[in-house]
């Protein structure tokens, strides 16, 4: 969230970063909502600083003033008293108001109102061409024996998926290599819970939008995540770090789940957009500097496009409009890779900088050298989720006979094999 201070002294700034979002939300209620909140507790403080003059008087008072004074005492506590529900009413009212308030995006951000409007900051490779009638992942699949999708999909119902054999492999092979390259950059790996409670993923921001994307754990009262980004930001909430202790980089892996609530009929085809897959996750926090938080959002965007490059899958890079990049984000990049069946490129990795906008919500803090303490930067970035990226890297890699040529820097992860198929 942003600091009322900023929100109070910028509303022109906030009201703009309210229409570039697209956020449904009113400033001026806002702003009401915080004028209500601030006069109750103006009125609070007056009435406890009448209650501690009152209080003085009594021990000086005769003894025919005393009772009036007592008296008066009890009627200025039974109006506080009535006064702290309405008081807490007007907190909790300005507090979901200000839950929904957008980060202000960087002045160098694309504005636009989707993702057509994103912009290709670079392209890496050219797409892949084939001189035989290439196959399309679910076709590879098949022919190879490495899913079982139309089984599946009776146990555990539609854009759910099996993999199979050589699949599974190969799956758990692209995780660990892009948990190996995370480790190699100073990452520590984290494996945490596929659920969380309900302040996890309001310290995240997706949370109290997006709860239709969120599987509920009614009998727990958990969410599944769908990043171990929730888990690894709630972490540290309450505690304040040293700057001695900053950066904190971690490697997650995790299940993740997502309901994938309106998109139906949209991208169901294989293993594009599943209920549940795997995510090895960049996450970052540093002190609050934009330029070390930019600094930090170049690397991240870096560590992907190696793994992508080692992979050998062409792909782009764009830059994320204001109206794609979601509330909570100051800068964003997404990066595409190839789909050769599809003849576009597919989000494969999101790569966020938050400044403090993720803090403030988790209260994630650190003392700096000067002994203030500030709220954090946050970052995050995907460094490989499946199944989703079998799709260019199978499509990508497919040979005539409908085997899959492995990368050369895949290829210790799967016993030194070159491909794999069944012919």
């Known amino acids: 969230m942003l600091d009322l201070k900023q929100i109070r002294e910028n509303p022109e700034a906030v009201k703009r970063a309210i229409a570039e979002k697209r956020v449904s939300l009113d400033l001026e209620a806002l702003l009401t909502a915080d004028k209500h909140a601030l006069g109750l507790s103006r009125s609070l403080q007056e009435l406890q600083e009448k209650r501690n003059q009152n209080a003085k008087l009594i021990p000086k008072a005769s003894a025919t003033e005393r009772p009036d004074l007592i008296a008066e005492g009890r009627r200025i506590g039974d109006e506080i008293a009535a006064l702290k529900p309405a008081i807490d009413a007007a907190e909790a009212a300005l507090h979901g108001l200000l839950l929904l308030v957008p980060n202000i995006p960087a002045d160098s951000a694309p504005r636009g109102a989707s993702e057509a409007d994103n912009v290709v900051v670079k392209t890496v490779g050219e797409p892949t061409r084939f001189d035989f009638a290439p196959l399309d992942h679910v076709a590879l699949l098949d022919k190879n024996g490495w899913a079982d999708l139309a089984r599946i999909a009776k146990v555990a119902g539609s854009r759910s998926y099996a993999l199979k054999g050589d699949g599974v492999l190969l799956e758990q092979s692209l995780l660990r290599f892009a948990l190996d390259r995370l480790v190699e950059r100073g990452f520590t790996p984290v494996s945490v819970p596929s659920f969380a409670s309900e302040a996890a993923f309001i310290g995240t921001g997706h949370f109290p939008t997006g709860r239709e994307q969120v599987y509920h754990l009614e009998a727990d009262d958990k969410y599944l995540t769908g990043t171990s980004e929730v888990t690894l930001n709630a972490l540290h909430s309450g505690e304040i770090l040293a ?5 904190v980089r971690y490697a997650g892996i995790s299940a993740c789940f997502r309901r994938e609530a309106g998109s139906a009929g949209k991208d169901v085809r294989g293993l594009i957009r599943v209920h549940q897959f795997n995510k090895v996750e960049q996450y970052v926090i540093c002190k609050n500097d934009p330029e070390e938080s930019e600094r930090w959002h170049k690397t991240l965007l870096e560590i992907s496009e190696s793994i992508l490059q080692d992979l050998e899958v062409p792909y782009r890079v764009v830059e994320c409009c204001t109206g794609d990049m979601g509330l ?27 400044h403090d906008w993720q803090a403030r919500r988790s209260d994630l803090r650190y003392r700096d050298a000067q002994g203030k303490v500030r709220y954090c930067h946050t970052l995050n970035n995907t460094a490989l989720a499946t199944p989703r990226f079998l799709v260019p890297l199978l499509e990508n890699h497919q040979q005539p006979n409908g085997n899959v040529r492995l990368p050369a820097k895949l290829q210790p992860y799967l016993g030194g094999r070159t491909s794999l198929g069944s012919s």
């Open 243 to 247: 700057e001695s202790d900053l950066p």
């Open 328 to 354: 909570g984000k100051y800068k964003m990049f997404d990066v595409e890779s190839w789909v050769p069946s599809e003849k576009l490129y597919r989000e494969t990795h999101s790569c966020s900088n938050l």
